[in-house]
């Protein structure tokens, strides 16, 4: 019975390393401006690059989510928002 236990490990660490690297390269684009400016606060105030990587990855899996359970488009404007807001998580969208 490990099995599917190791695919949703797999599948866990596939998502959370691909949620990184789209953080990343937002970050490095700087688009969303959001994505480099919070990435910025969150440095001088403290935060860890990997802590600060988590809590955006985060943000962004919730609007994921939300935008897949309810079949509408990424809402940027919503997204942007709570880059913003951190490190205060967003609650979970309806």
Known sequence: MSEPTDIDNDEEEF?????????????????????????????LVGYERED?????AHVLAVEI??????DRPFDTDWYETALRALPELPPEKQ
């Open 15 to 43: 998502a959370e390393s691909t949620l990184t690297q789209a953080i990343e390269n937002q970050i490095e684009s700087d688009n969303p401006p959001a994505a480099k400016a919070t990435f910025n606060k969150l440095t």
């Open 65 to 70: 989510d939300a935008m897949l359970e309810t």
């Open 52 to 56: 600060i990587l988590n809590l955006m």
